[in-house]
């Protein structure tokens, strides 16, 4: 079965901080992660994918790194608009489509 | 500008079902599988559905295999999902997503259909 531990599940930050955020996955994924920013009442939007790639429009303060079973989102110089719950979310050929529990970001 | 756009929520009994669509705009559908994801109150989201492009394909998670219908045409942009035998622990919000051209993340979402079930 899939295991995806994301952490922490809050995180309080001031304005200007680097923040990081974790997500262990079982099995290896190789590179196959990615990260979404939620708002309350919005949809989620897609920061980053495949690992470290970053979506078009998404602000280069959001970074993502790590391979096979541990992954980081960083968010440098935190901003306010940055207040969100962030979900990792992993896909392999057996399970498919996993999310993890959320980390919500606060200032 | 691409968009999604969700409708066919709303109140239903347990053992009720429900038909929700999905409109497509701004890109070329008939290239990109689609899927449904849906959020339960304060939890995060969970991928229960896909359909490949040409509508061939499709697969389902295991919470919903027997009782969700996923469709597509092509025609006119849409996507629906068919909702049976809904229990309580459907109750939800029911995004429509588009998977990347790698199908393994989602680009795209729309803004989310509600869907509650209770007596």
């Known amino acids: 079965d899939v295991q995806m531990t994301q952490s922490p599940s809050t995180l309080s930050a001031s304005v200007g901080d680097t923040v990081t955020i974790t997500c262990r996955t079982s099995?290896?994924?190789?590179?196959?992660l990615a990260w979404y920013q939620q708002k309350p009442g919005k949809a989620p939007r897609l920061l980053i994918y495949?690992?470290?790639s970053l979506e078009s429009g998404v602000p280069s303060r959001f970074s993502g790194s790590g391979s096979g079973t541990e992954f980081t989102l960083t968010i440098s110089s935190l901003q306010p608009d940055d207040v969100a719950t962030y979900y990792c979310?992993?896909?392999?050929?057996?399970?498919?489509?996993?999310f993890g529990q959320g980390t919500k970001v606060e200032i | 500008q691409m968009q999604l756009v969700e409708s066919g929520g709303g109140l239903v009994k347990p053992g009720g079902s429900l038909r929700l669509s999905c409109a497509a705009s701004?890109?070329?559908?008939?290239?990109?599988?689609m899927a449904w994801i849906r959020q339960a109150p304060g939890k995060g989201p969970e991928y229960i559905a896909y359909?490949?492009?040409?509508?061939?394909?499709?697969h389902y998670a295991d919470s919903v295999k027997g009782r969700f219908t996923i469709s597509r045409g092509n025609a006119n942009d849409s996507v629906t999902l068919q909702v049976s035998s809904l229990r309580a622990e459907d109750t939800a919000v029911y995004f429509c997503?588009?998977?990347?051209?790698?199908?393994?993340?989602?680009?795209?979402w729309g803004q989310g259909t509600v869907v509650t079930v209770s007596s």
């Open positions: 997503a588009r998977l990347d051209s790698s199908n393994s993340h989602f680009d795209s």
């Open positions: 701004g890109f070329n559908f008939r290239d990109y599988y």
């Open positions: 359909i490949s492009n040409s509508g061939r394909y499709t």
């Open positions: 099995p290896n994924i190789v590179n196959y």
């Open positions: 495949k690992a470290s």
């Open positions: 979310q992993q896909y392999d050929s057996y399970s498919l489509y996993a």
